[in-house]
């Protein structure tokens, strides 16, 4: 067992905590955010139903070998890859840019690609360092609303950041840019292809009946 259950950079991965109030025969329980629910009367297993909070952030009660214990429930210590951690640790739940924690939060955070969380004014901060990048390079190559004639990308006439195209098959008006946030006007316009097959009656024919 692994004692390394607090403090920044630290990892739960290893933890194996039992769980001595909970009978090994039992098998049914949910979670709800970080309490542990067994027997959920949902389920009507006829058992008590008995709540239970982890020790520590981070951590989940699995039942291994017929025994309940407390293990890493924290997708970033386990590494797992998952793009959304649903116990994070205390360590991996704070801000992906500042660090700050979830009780120094005054506004609620966003989320970040790599399944963590981003504070209000470092999401402003970047989302804002990243207009001023693409509106400096849209001026560095004299991008114009010339570029932005029959392309086969939606580009921002402001940024030429390219948009989203996902579902927009129709012309619309006042779009906004979610880079720059530009307003653009869009027209879609739909080039014709077309495909022929021999006729039913034809098909086992080499060339055309006379
Ligand atoms: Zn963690
Ligand atoms: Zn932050
Ligand atoms: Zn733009």
Redesign the pocket.
């Known amino acids: 067992m692994t004692n390394a259950l607090n403090g920044a950079g630290t990892s739960l991965r290893d933890t194996m905590i039992l769980i001595p109030e909970i009978p090994g025969e039992w098998t049914q329980r949910t979670r709800s955010g970080s309490t542990q629910v067994w027997n959920d009367p949902w389920h009507k297993t006829g058992l008590p139903e008995v709540r239970m909070e982890p020790p520590t952030k981070g951590l989940f009660a699995d039942r291994i070998d017929g025994a309940w214990y407390w293990v890493c429930a924290c997708e970033k210590c386990l590494g797992t890859g998952k793009s959304y951690n649903y116990s994070p640790c205390e360590a991996h739940d704070r ?1 992906v ?4 924690s979830r009780a120094e939060l005054a506004e609620a955070p966003w989320g970040a690609r790599d399944g963590g969380w ?2 209000k ?2 999401q402003e901060k970047l989302d804002a360092a990243r207009k001023a990048e693409a509106l400096a390079a849209a001026e560095a190559n004299g991008h114009s609303e010339d570029d932005c004639v029959y392309t086969s990308d939606i580009i921002c006439p402001y940024c030429a950041t390219k948009q989203n195209s996902d579902a927009r098959h129709e012309s619309a008006q006042g779009l906004e840019c979610g880079t720059c946030g530009g307003k653009f006007d869009l027209e879609v316009e739909w080039s014709p292809s077309y495909t022929t097959t021999k006729a039913r009656a034809q098909a086992q024919q080499k060339g055309p009946q006379q």
């Open positions: 801000c840019t500042c660090n700050c981003r504070c004014p470092c």
